[in-house]
């Protein structure tokens, strides 16, 4: 008693993966972000290489797109 190790349950651990995954992919694109500032083609789209508008990496520092190439490369997905 007073000694309750609290039990990890299987939707306990479902949450921890999906937690974990989640973190992974943050990360997976933290790296790539920073590799992107590396070689110097941070804020350039991937299609066209112009600077991506400073409104778009605004809303997302992620943006790989100029606002010319945004909606195409959403119909990717
Ligand atoms: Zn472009």
Do not use: W
């Not at 299609?47 to 809303?59: H, N, T, Y």
């Amino acid at each position: 008693m007073g000694n309750e190790v609290p039990q990890l349950t299987t939707s306990d651990l479902e949450r921890l993966a999906a937690k974990v995954v989640e973190l992974e992919s943050q990360l997976a694109q933290l790296q790539s972000l920073m590799s992107r500032i590396d070689s110097n083609s941070y804020g350039k789209c991937e299609s066209c290489g112009m600077e991506i508008e400073m409104e778009i990496l605004a809303a997302d520092p992620n943006a790989l797109f100029c606002s010319r190439h945004f909606s195409t490369s959403q119909n990717l997905f």
